[in-house]
């Protein structure tokens, strides 16, 4: 990277809650803008190309990895590409402020590696596997398929949460979201830009 700043990277089990932790930093810390992926899984819900995500389909998410328009990216479902676009970070630097990354837990890991003490790297940490998988169900975007996908592969992700700065468990999520809050001030306040 050549170009620097600060970036916080959120990485959990799908179902952790770490959209609706980091949702709720966003409106409480100026200055933290969310960065942006690429993906080439279709829309859910009411998300919204340019929001929540760019939807890109597989062929161009892969003409522009040939590009090499990526910081990283992974396929991180069987034929599902996610990744973080260079041009996505210094959209956010160049107005001076905080990156905030949702990102899979290998992907967190390749990010820490790259930002090193730049970065402040956390790991949401749901109470049990069986309250991921009530979370999930209750949630209802996902087909008892995917759920069962996604579950199998927390499993593997949950034995990797010692590689992060700090581990949050989010089990009473207004706790969970106030020790956030503050790591992120801490981290924040205690590092020269
Ligand atoms: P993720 O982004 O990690 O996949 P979400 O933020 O979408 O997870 O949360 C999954 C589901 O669990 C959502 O329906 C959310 O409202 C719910 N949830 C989040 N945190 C808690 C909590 N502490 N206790 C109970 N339910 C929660
Ligand atoms: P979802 O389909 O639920 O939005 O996201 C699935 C997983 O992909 C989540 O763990 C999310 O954090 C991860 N993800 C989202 N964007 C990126 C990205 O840019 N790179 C990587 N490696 N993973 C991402």
Redesign the pocket.
Known sequence: MDSTGKVIIFS????????????ALLERIPNLDFSISATSRAPRGEEQHGREYYFLTDPEFMERVERGDFVEWEEVYAGTHYGTLKSELQRIWDKGHTILF?IDVKGGINLKRLFGEQALAIF?MP?SIE?LR???L????ETPEAIDR?IGRAELELAHADRFDRVIV????AQ?IAETESAIKEFLGSSTQ
Not at 12 to 23: C, D, F, L, M, Q
Not at 138 to 141: A, D, L, N, Q, V
């Open positions: 959990a089990p799908s179902g952790a809650g770490k959209s609706t932790i980091v949702n949702d949401v109470p309250e009530r979370r999930l209750s949630r209802g975007t996604r989010n089990d009473n999520l969970a």
